[in-house]
Nanobody, 122 residues
């Protein structure tokens, strides 16, 4: 198993940036593909981005392309989500998730963090 802990959320003005981090512990970090999802009140959880085990491949939801960047540092057991040009509609709880195997086109993940709140004010 792998345990995931998110950090870096907070309050930011529209047009601003935040970088979320997700630290992993447990089994070998590089075994897992990693992803970020988000959930706003009253809405279903939504895929944001994913990165492969090596970090060489990334997959984004169409609405996030160009504004969000996912990356990972296997030496630090951490995955990041850089969010730029934030909009009020990006307000949500952001979750880190992990799975073994491929990540492109996959939305089913086995391990989840507790989430971190991101609030974007207009």
């Amino acid at each position: 198993q792998v345990q995931l802990v998110e950090s870096g959320g907070g309050l930011v003005q529209a047009g601003g940036s935040l970088r979320l981090s997700c630290a992993a512990s447990g089994r070998t970090f590089s075994m897992y593909g990693l992803a970020w999802f988000r959930q706003s009140p009253g809405k279903e959880r939504e895929f944001v981005a994913a990165v492969s085990r090596s970090g060489g491949t990334a997959d984004y939801a169409d609405s996030m392309k160009g504004r969000f960047t996912i990356s990972r540092d296997n030496a630090k057991n951490t995955v990041y989500l850089q969010m730029d040009n934030l909009k009020p509609e990006d307000t949500a709880v952001y979750y880190c998730a992990a799975r073994e195997g491929r990540i492109v086109g996959v939305r089913k993940y086995d391990y989840w963090g507790q989430g971190t709140q991101v609030t974007v004010s207009s």
